[in-house]
């Protein structure tokens, strides 16, 4: 069965210092669609990017990079140089082929101190 | 601002009360998705609409319906309330309907059921 693993409950950091947030996946169709949500203290849900399944290139948008390994069933997001307007809940969510209705992990909660 | 328009903001209700959740989608998308966040569930995919048809439907209670309509504004009814259907509803649309679509979600109804 489809799942989407987010061990972090919650990680805090000092501003500047660069942060990664774990997302591992369950999946048995060969086509599927990963995804990252921002949801702010306001509570709405922003998304941040998508990936298929056969594109593994990694991506980078300004301090944001995003790391997709199939041989581990991984999308991990990397924040450089963190920054007190980063602190949100963050969510990994998955789709399928198969499936339309996005799995989503449990969240972690991200602090940036300053 | 997402472009996704969702009210009310806030709802309280007693148990055993029916209330409509109303959502206006980003102009131009097709795709209206139903979501519920809850502390102990999480976020939870409850059904999709494209095109005023049902496309996908998920952990939606039997008490819950919703409908998207020629307008492409969607309704999510919620009758006989119970205490733990205490939540934030999330409406999110889309151009396409497909598994792989970027959604945009409006800032989500509260409900309080008393």
């Known amino acids: 069965a489809q799942k989407v693993t987010q061990a972090q409950t919650e990680i805090s950091v000092v501003e500047k210092e660069d942060v990664t947030l774990d997302c591992v996946y369950e999946?048995?169709?060969?086509?599927?669609?990963l995804f990252w949500y921002k949801q702010p203290p306001s509570g709405e849900l922003v998304f941040l990017i998508r990936?298929?399944?056969?594109d593994e290139q990694n991506e980078i948008s300004g301090r944001y990079s995003w790391n997709f390994q199939k041989s581990t069933s991984s999308f991990n997001f990397t924040i450089t140089a963190s920054q007190v307007v980063d602190s949100a809940v963050y969510f990994c969510a998955l789709s399928e082929d198969s499936n339309y209705q996005l799995i989503w992990g449990a969240g972690t909660k991200l602090i940036i101190k300053p | 601002d997402s472009g996704v328009t969702q009210t009310p903001k806030h709802l309280i209700t007693a148990t055993g009360q029916r209330v409509t959740l109303r959502c206006s989608p980003r102009s131009g998308d097709l795709s209206v998705y139903w979501y519920q966040q809850s502390l102990d569930q999480g976020l939870q995919f409850l059904i999709q609409y494209y095109n005023g048809e049902e496309r996908a439907k998920g952990n939606i209670l039997e008490r819950f319906s919703a409908q998207q309509f020629p307008d492409l504004h969607s309704e999510l009814n919620l009758s006989s309330l119970e205490l733990g259907d205490s939540a934030l509803y999330f409406c999110a649309s889309s151009v396409a309907g497909g598994p792989f679509a970027e959604a945009f979600f409006g800032q989500g109804t509260r409900l309080t059921v008393v």
């Open positions: 999946t048995r169709d060969t086509t599927y669609y």
């Open positions: 990936r298929n399944s056969f």
